[in-house]
């Protein structure tokens, strides 16, 4: 199975600041990469999707990059309510498995 | 709107059983895959189980085949998980979700399961 591999597992950041956070497929995903955001006690919420396609009134800091097996989520000027904790997860084939994840704190 | 409520979970004994229920409404839940996403205490999202739209295929994460379940009945827009065998490492909120290429677009509201001895 393709395994997910996201780092850093945690990162301090002030607001304003840009934060990066990345994604490695063990194997060619082509852009079937997703991202997505949790706060303690809530749902996931979608982010991007297709690597770079930004989802439906999220913010436009918010932007992703990548294909194949390298991706990567940029906040640019993190704001408050962008502390949280946020998921990669492959999107293609039959199994949908998501990074370990990156707590921004 | 799109929504997904959950029913069951709760309190099992270890070797116990659970069922969990997702009513959908929103949409027409035959046309999409749908899934089981799980999170135990303090860590990190883990995808469970897919079902394809008529139910005919399903798809499991390695710790869970054999033990779960998972199951659609479209006419009752509902989609389930049956668990057995349960393990203190199946201790964890159970979430279900719709499927759009590959993404999870809409998640039900999680459900706790607690599984002790």
């Known amino acids: 199975d393709i395994q997910m591999t996201q780092s850093p597992s945690s990162l301090s950041a002030s607001v304003g600041d840009r934060v990066t956070i990345t994604c490695r497929a063990s194997q060619n995903i082509n852009n079937f990469l997703n991202w997505y955001q949790q706060k303690p006690g809530k749902a996931p919420r979608l982010l991007i999707y297709?690597?770079?396609t930004l989802q439906s009134g999220v913010p436009p800091r918010f932007s992703g990059s990548g294909s194949g097996t390298d991706f990567t989520l940029t906040i640019n000027g993190l704001q408050p309510e962008d502390f949280a904790t946020y998921y990669c997860?492959?999107?293609?084939?039959?199994?949908?498995?998501f990074g370990r994840g990156t707590k921004v704190d | 709107e799109v929504q997904l409520v959950q029913s069951g979970g709760g309190l099992a004994q270890l070797g116990g059983s659970l069922r969990l229920s997702c009513e959908a409404s929103g949409f027409t839940l035959s046309t999409y895959w749908m899934s089981w996403v799980r999170q135990a205490p303090e860590k990190g999202l883990e995808w469970v189980a897919n079902?394809?739209?008529?139910?005919?295929?399903?798809y499991y994460v390695d710790s869970v085949k054999g033990r779960f379940s998972i199951s659609r009945d479209n006419a009752k827009n509902s989609l389930y998980l049956q668990m057995n065998s349960l393990g203190a490492d199946d201790t964890a909120i159970y979430y279900c979700a719709r499927v759009a290429w590959g993404r999870y677009e809409y998640w039900g509201q999680g459900t706790q399961v607690t599984v002790s001895s």
């Open positions: 997860q492959r999107g293609d084939g039959r199994i949908f498995a």
């Open positions: 079902v394809n739209q008529d139910g005919s295929e399903q």
């Open positions: 297709s690597a770079s």
